[in-house]
């Protein structure tokens, strides 16, 4: 475990851990034992037959194999694999929309980059309060399924309301509010089951893995969106129609193949009995949780929106409007390939460094983008961009979740989320005030000097946490 600090006595942290005994170490009395002394018994077994056989070394390996096997499975649970699978369906019609927005809103509404700035604030800040509800609720009644279930459909139905807000900018506003509603409800009770369905040591490369496959959606959705606007000639309402089919299909996957109590681990004896607003408050006293929960905020508040990425590149290298949907896609590929070695690597070196070296990403996306090196440009920013998600977006979460207790974990998970998207809606709103008013190089000027200074602060706020097993 990561912690450096001595663990006072703490009504918090004496709560169950589901399956980590109090020092943070893996019960292995439960799962994680049986399966090791299976792996022992194959190797026993295989080491006897192999004396017998004149020393034959296939006895040795097929212990070996077992053991391989057995971490395979602790990490790769139905539940990962089921959720991951919902995340690429949910994603590819999240990403149709996200796609298309900043050409329909800029070049379709003749929005100005005041005007979009205060509708994408809206898109990455409206979910915020609604993942503290979330994420308590499903810890309070045990039901993180039910929860995140609904936030999945909500987002599902208001696909739908793009069709009935027209041309409308402020039932747009309202449709986009509830969409990333329903992305608040449903996020840190998703987390917190992939957290509680596999143990500790593993929590890096299983979110790696869930944001891999959640990638492959967000790779999938522009494409599916250009060739849908490509097949009806711009058809924007095609669009939203063929994204709420899909999201549909993600949602009858949660129901049919995610179970609540995954492994033993994620329904614990009297569950919810523990999770008062006492608790939740006492999560944020001075320790690990605090410093992580802190130290996201400012590096999220000078990290500029994905749909502003867009049209800096529009604007900076004169591409195409049409272009704008495809852009996604390379920061999408950048992202799938190394979102599980940025798991794995989170595992290895800690948590917190590749945190850190994520937003060093964003930081260098902006240099190279002030920097203006052509068509170099393009093709650097948005690896660099797919990277950074690699390295920060399902990293934080294992950074943070071993530092909460079972109970708590959806709770603590929103609480770390919200601080981000409270801070990335500022971020929209003054990075597009700071456009209009003085110009886009003041503008990204001054985020990249915000980033970097977040970054100092991050860097001594994380020290000793995340820093290996």
Known sequence: MYLSESRRA???????????????????TGDGAEADADAGEGAGEGAGEGARDGGDAAGPARGQDAAVGGRVRR???????????????????????????????????????????????????????????GGHVADRFSRRKLVAGFGYGLSAVCKLGFLAAGRSVPMIGVMIGADRAGKGLRTAPRDAMISLSVPAEAQGRAFGFHRALDTVGAMLGPFAAFGVLTLTANAFDAVFVVSFCVAVLGVLVLALFVREGSGGSVRTAGAGSGVSFGAVAGLLRPGPFRRVALAVVP???ATVSDGFLYLLLQRTLDLPAG???????????????????????????????????????????????????????????????????????????????PLLPGPLRATGLAVVQTGQALAAMVASWAFG?????????????????????????????????????
């Open 10 to 28: 703490d009504p918090v942290r004496d709560l169950p851990l589901d399956g980590l005994d109090p020092d943070g170490t893996r019960d292995r």
């Open 75 to 133: 990490v790769f649970t139905g539940n990962v694999l089921a959720l991951g699978m919902v995340s690429l369906l949910t994603d590819v019609s999240s990403e149709m929309v996200t796609a298309v927005l900043p050409l329909y809103l800029v070049f379709n509404l003749g929005l100005s980059a005041l005007e979009f700035g205060l509708l994408d604030g809206v898109y990455t800040g409206a979910s915020a309060v609604l993942r503290l509800v």
């Open 299 to 301: 590096l999220s508040l």
């Open 323 to 401: 272009w704008l949907p495809l852009l996604p896609v390379a920061v999408s590929v950048a992202f799938l390939a190394a979102a599980v070695p940025c798991g794995w690597l989170a595992d290895r070196v800690g948590r917190s460094r590749v945190v850190l070296g994520g937003y060093l990403a964003i930081l260098a996306c902006y240099a190279v983008l002030m920097a203006d090196l052509g068509t170099v440009t393009l093709v650097v920013v948005l690896l660099l961009r797919g990277l950074a998600y690699a390295a920060t977006d399902g990293v934080i979460s294992a950074l943070a979740g």
């Open 433 to 469: 005030a700071l456009w209009t008013l003085a110009g886009l190089t003041v503008a990204l000027v001054a985020a990249a000097v915000l980033l970097l200074a977040a970054l100092v602060a991050a860097a001594f706020a994380l020290r000793g946490v995340g820093q290996g097993e």
